[in-house]
C-alpha cells in the first residue's frame, strides 16, 4: 500500500520590503497632514468671563494661514493674473510649436543654408536664459527705436513699426518665451521626425506621393506619439516659465499675489494661493495629455492604457472581489 504523500503547501510570497516602505510613506504622509492642519499660538490672548471668573487662553491660528489662502484665493487680482498666465502659455506654445516644426523640417532638409539656420536658431534660444530674453525684448528700444520692414541694403520699405509702443511688456514676454520655446520644440519635432522609419517615406514616394504629402499624411500621424509626452511636459513647463514675466512689470499669476503681499505683508499664505492655482491648472493640463497620448497610442497599442476611472473601478472589482473570496472561505466547513 503506498505511502499518502503529504498536500503540497502554498505560501504566499511575503513583500517584506514593500510593507515596510508603505508604513514609512504612511508616516510621512501623516507627518506632512499634521503639519498644513496645525496650530500655533498666535501672541494674543483671549478673555471671557463664566459665572463671575474670568478666563484668559492664548489663541491659535493656522500654521499656513488658511483663513487668508481662502480669503485671496478668489480675488479679482488673482483671477486677473491667472487668465493673464494661461493667455502667455497658449499664445507662447502656439508660436513655440509653429516655429518649432519648421526649424524641425529646416533641419533635416538636404538644403545646407536652410539646416544651418536652423541650427543656429537652436543653438543661440538654448544657449542663452530666457530671463536674458525676456530682458532683452523688454528693452529692445534701445537698440532700435523703429523696427522697419523691407528689401536689406535699399531705401524700400514696406512698415514702420515703433518699438517702444509696440513691445509692451505682455507683448515682450510673448515674444521671448515664444522664441526660446520654437527652440526647445525644434528638438522634439525632429526627434519625432527622425523617429518615423524611413522605409514608411521611400513607400509613399513609389506610390507618387510629393515631400509634403508624405509629411502630412505618413510622417506626422506617426511621428506625434513620441512628439506629444515631451510636447505636455513643454506646457506644463511654460505655464511655470510664465511667472518670470513678473520681473519685466507683467501682472500675471504670481506678480498678482506678489503685488498684494507686498501691501498686507502677508507672504506666505500668497505665495500659496499662487501655488495651488498652478497645482489645478497643472493637474488639468496632465489629464489633457493623457487622454490626448491615449488617442494618438490606439494605432500602435492593441489595448490602450485605461483611464483613471476606468483603473478606479478595476482596483474597486478587485478588491470586492478577494471580499467575497475570503468570507467565502470561512464560510466553509472543513
Not at 44 to 60: K, L
Not at 140 to 151: D, F, K
Not at 205 to 221: E, K, N, W, Y
Not at 298 to 322: C, F, M, N
Request: hydrophobic content about 50%; aromatic content about 10%.
Amino acid at each position: 500500500m503506498a505511502a499518502s504523500e503529504d498536500p503540497v503547501k502554498v505560501v504566499p510570497v511575503r513583500h517584506y520590503g514593500q510593507w515596510a516602505g508603505a508604513v514609512v510613506a504612511l508616516v510621512l504622509v501623516a507627518m506632512l497632514i499634521n503639519t498644513l492642519f496645525s496650530k500655533i499660538p498666535s501672541g494674543q490672548y483671549v478673555c471671557r468671563t463664566v459665572s463671575g471668573v474670568r478666563h484668559c487662553h492664548q489663541a491659535s491660528v493656522w500654521r499656513f494661514s488658511w483663513n487668508i489662502v481662502f480669503h485671496y484665493f478668489t480675488t479679482s487680482e488673482v483671477l486677473h493674473g491667472l487668465e493673464l498666465t494661461i493667455f502667455l502659455t497658449v499664445v507662447a506654445m502656439v508660436i513655440g510649436i509653429s516655429i518649432g516644426v519648421a526649424l524641425a523640417v529646416m533641419r533635416l532638409s538636404s538644403n545646407r543654408l536652410l539646416s544651418m539656420t536652423a541650427w543656429v536658431y537652436t543653438w543661440f534660444f538654448r544657449g542663452t536664459p530666457v530671463l536674458v530674453q525676456l530682458f532683452f525684448w523688454y528693452y529692445i528700444a534701445i537698440l532700435y527705436h523703429t523696427i522697419t520692414i523691407g528689401v536689406p541694403f535699399t531705401d524700400i520699405t514696406f512698415l514702420h513699426l515703433n518699438a517702444t509702443t509696440l513691445f509692451s511688456s505682455t507683448v515682450a514676454a510673448i515674444v521671448a518665451l515664444g522664441l526660446n520655446e520654437g527652440a526647445y520644440m525644434s528638438e522634439i519635432a525632429r526627434s519625432g521626425l527622425i523617429a518615423v522609419d524611413e522605409g514608411q517615406s521611400e513607400a509613399a514616394t513609389s506610390l507618387g506621393m510629393t515631400r509634403a504629402q508624405t509629411m502630412r499624411f505618413i510622417v506626422l500621424p506617426q511621428a506625434m506619439r513620441v512628439i506629444i509626452p515631451p510636447t505636455g511636459n513643454e506646457v506644463i513647463s511654460m505655464l511655470k516659465t510664465s511667472s518670470l514675466a513678473s520681473t519685466i512689470s507683467v501682472i500675471e499669476l504670481f506678480g498678482a499675489t506678489n503685488n498684494i503681499s507686498a501691501n498686507n505683508y502677508e507672504i506666505m499664505p500668497l505665495l500659496i494661493v499662487a501655488s495651488l492655482w498652478y497645482l489645478i491648472v497643472t493637474t488639468v493640463l496632465s489629464v489633457g495629455q493623457f487622454y490626448l497620448e491615449r488617442r494618438f497610442a490606439r494605432g500602435a497599442l492593441r489595448t490602450p492604457p485605461p483611464t483613471p476611472l476606468q483603473r478606479l473601478g478595476r482596483d474597486v472589482r478587485g478588491i470586492a472581489s478577494k471580499f467575497r473570496t475570503r468570507r467565502g472561505a470561512v464560510g466553509v466547513a472543513p
